[in-house]
Every structure is written in C-alpha cells, then in structure tokens.
C-alpha cells in the first residue's frame, strides 16, 4: 500500500529547531528512517514538508487521485489553527494518524485543542522522533488489518 507523511510549517528546521522540545533528530533522517520502516513492511512512502497550507492541501486533494491509501501527518502548528487542513482530510476521507514530536496538552493551552484529532484514527505524541516510528507503526498495523 501507498503511505503518504506529511510534515508542516517548521519541521524543515528539524534538528536545530528549539532542541530542547524537539530533539536533534533532522527531517532528512525522519524521513529516511520513515522509508526503511515503510519499505520493510512492504508499502510504499511518500514525503511531504511544507510552510505552506495551500500545499500541504494541494498534496491531500492530490492523493485522493493517486491510490494513498493512509497518511500520517505532523500538522505542527496548523494542528492549532486550520479548518482547511481539517476539511481536506475529510473531503479526501482517506484514514490518517496524528503525530507530534512533544506532548501539547503538556504546553500552552493554545496547542491543546486539534482541528483534526476527532478525524483521526489515532493520535501519537510525546515521543519525539520516535512518534514517527510509532505513527507509522500503527498505520502499517491498519493497512494490513484492513487493507484498502
Ligand atoms: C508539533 C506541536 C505543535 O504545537 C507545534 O506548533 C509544532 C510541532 C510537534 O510535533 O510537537 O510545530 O506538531
């Protein structure tokens, strides 16, 4: 099956970025690592960082009509703020996992609500790098309980 991970705003700076929250793990090794684990389990990846909404909803509209059968997303901060992101996923109704490197209920009240969390098949965060590994997990873990 086809896996789709998308990463949004800031998650470029992956490494450097506030390493105290976020580790020093970059996206080129989440990535990689994120391939390996795919590729092991017999699906396919594809990758997606992005600033921008416009394209992170372009590349959800975009895997309606190319056979993704999951995502996993990071929504970083548009996890906070965008009914679009939230709308997209709907429209496309493609299952989906959230991830996040920290733990949000266990920061500022701004990141405690999700436009996307009640969508979601399942919600992992805390971990760190190793969230990708278990979002990952459980949307291998769903695509050959129920493959698509
Ligand atoms: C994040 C948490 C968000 O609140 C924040 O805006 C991010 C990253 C995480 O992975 O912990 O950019 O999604």
């Known amino acids: 099956a086809k896996i789709l991970l998308l990463h949004g705003p800031n998650l470029n700076l992956l490494g450097s970025r506030e390493p105290h929250i976020y580790g020093v793990t970059t996206l080129a090794e989440v990535n990689e690592a994120a391939a390996h684990q795919c590729s092991a389990a017999g699906h396919t990846l594809e990758t997606l960082q992005s600033n921008s909404e416009a394209a992170l909803l372009d590349r959800i509209h975009l895997a309606a009509t190319t056979d993704v059968d999951f995502i996993v997303i990071n929504p970083a901060a548009f996890t906070h703020t965008s ?11 493609i299952p989906f996992v959230e991830l996040h490197l920290s733990n949000p209920h266990t920061r500022e009240t701004f990141r405690h609500r999700s436009y996307l969390s009640d969508l979601a098949c399942g919600v992992v965060s805390g971990f760190g790098p190793h969230s990708y590994t278990l979002a990952l997990q459980a949307a291998i873990h769903q695509l050959d309980m129920a493959p698509r």
Do not use: F, I
């Open 83 to 93: 009914v679009a992101l939230r709308d997209a996923l709907a429209a496309v109704a």
